[in-house]
């Protein structure tokens, strides 16, 4: 094991490029399956445990790996370990942070706890057996991505090691490992999500893989697909989505897809004010510099509603219909904090959201 306390500029450099290459294969790579990797690198794990070879059997989405798993009707067993190496100094900090902090954060805290939390939700519904995830696969272990750093930079050249990121690298994703069987799959055909790294898609599942198994998103929660698709068409009226029985991030999700103008009309809300800063660019530049220099400027400016007895709580709520900044005639609403939006200000509450004073949105050229 070689010790090193400073990184080299080219190290550093490295450091983004192995983040990016961990990120893209457990999200964007696709569901394609280095089958003998795969079996490789499961026989050499069950090797190291003193159990026997497994039978390996490959499927193509995590439910279907449950299914498999019932069908079997075996114990699951711990078969892989934790392959872990000593690293000290500034480097350990560095290196874990900008590594594994954001492949963790991005492809198990975001997306992969979602998706084990669905696949358990259906199992359970079906009656069937939950069997245990093993941790030895893609969707878990990404974080071993430092280690493939340190890997590449010398600090060990531990064989097991290599053996295992060979392994995660098959393309496994999901996987049940039992006495005797290893039940596994593909990593899936498509992920979707917003700007946060939660699934989400407004147009087509936010995951879904080969054999046709799909989950619907938006913004980190999950739907079943016909309540998504009503949230989507927004057709979905104020009285209807009482009636539904939804989680409470689930009707808050779906308060913010309404569509604006049904969803201000149902709510009783009344507009208190409308922003400025928009009309003053207009006033000072004109409408010929603004088209060619701040088109977004030509957009509707925010207002800001105050709704009374919000969702029959008694409470007051303020929210901001807003035109999106480049699609034309489209509108969202955003709420905001009761305490900013009782200043009856929009352009206040718009800074507010932008967490900006109002000086500065004023002078932010795209806000």
């Given at each position: ?127 069937l057996k939950m069997f245990s995830w093993t941790w030895e696969a893609m969707a878990w272990r990404s974080d071993f991505s ?75 929660v999950a739907f079943e697909e016909p309540v998504w698709n009503k949230i989507i068409s927004q057709e979905l009226t104020l ?129």
């Amino acid at each position: 094991m070689k010790k090193i306390e400073k990184l080299t500029p080219e190290q550093e450099a490295l450091i983004v490029v192995t983040r990016e290459k961990w990120i893209h294969n457990s999200l964007l790579a696709g569901d394609d399956l280095d089958i003998e990797a795969a079996r490789t690198g499961i026989e050499w794990l069950y090797e190291i445990t003193k159990l026997e070879k497994p039978r390996v059997i490959f499927v193509d989405s995590p439910l279907a790996v449950q299914y498999a798993a019932n069908i079997i009707r075996v114990e699951t067993s711990e078969a892989g370990k934790n392959l872990s190496g000593q690293v000290s100094g500034q480097v350990w900090d560095q290196v874990s942070g900008q590594v594994w902090d954001q492949v963790w954060g991005q492809v198990s805290g975001q997306v992969w706890d979602q998706v084990w939390g669905q696949v358990s939700g259906q199992v359970k519904k079906q009656k069937l057996k939950m069997f245990s995830w093993t941790w030895e696969a893609m969707a878990w272990r990404s974080d071993f991505s430092f280690y493939d750093f340190f890997y590449q930079i010398g600090v060990t050249q531990h064989e097991g090691l290599k053996k295992y990121l060979d392994y995660l690298n098959s393309g496994v994703f999901f996987g049940v490992f039992t006495e005797g069987y290893a039940i596994v799959c593909r990593r899936p055909q498509a992920v979707r999500r917003d700007v946060n790294h939660a699934l989400d898609s407004d147009q087509l599942p936010a995951i879904e893989w080969r054999d046709g198994y799909k989950l619907w998103f938006l913004h980190g929660v999950a739907f079943e697909e016909p309540v998504w698709n009503k949230i989507i068409s927004q057709e979905l009226t104020l009285p209807e989505l009482a009636k539904m029985e939804l989680g409470a991030d689930q009707r808050a999700v779906a308060i913010q897809m309404l569509r604006p103008d049904r969803l201000l009309e149902q709510m009783n809300a009344k507009l208190i004010a409308t922003g400025k800063k928009y009309s003053k660019l207009l006033e000072e530049f004109g409408e010929d510099y603004c088209a060619a220099n701040f088109p977004w400027s030509l957009n509707r400016p925010t207002e800001l509603y105050e709704v009374p007895n919000f969702m029959d709580t008694g409470e007051t709520e303020y929210c901001m219909k807003m035109e999106h900044p480049s699609i034309k005639d489209k509108f969202y609403i955003e709420w905001i904090e009761p305490e900013i939006g009782k200043k009856k200000d929009a352009d206040l509450c718009q800074a507010h959201a932008f967490g900006m004073t109002v000086e500065q949105y004023f002078m932010a050229s795209e806000a």
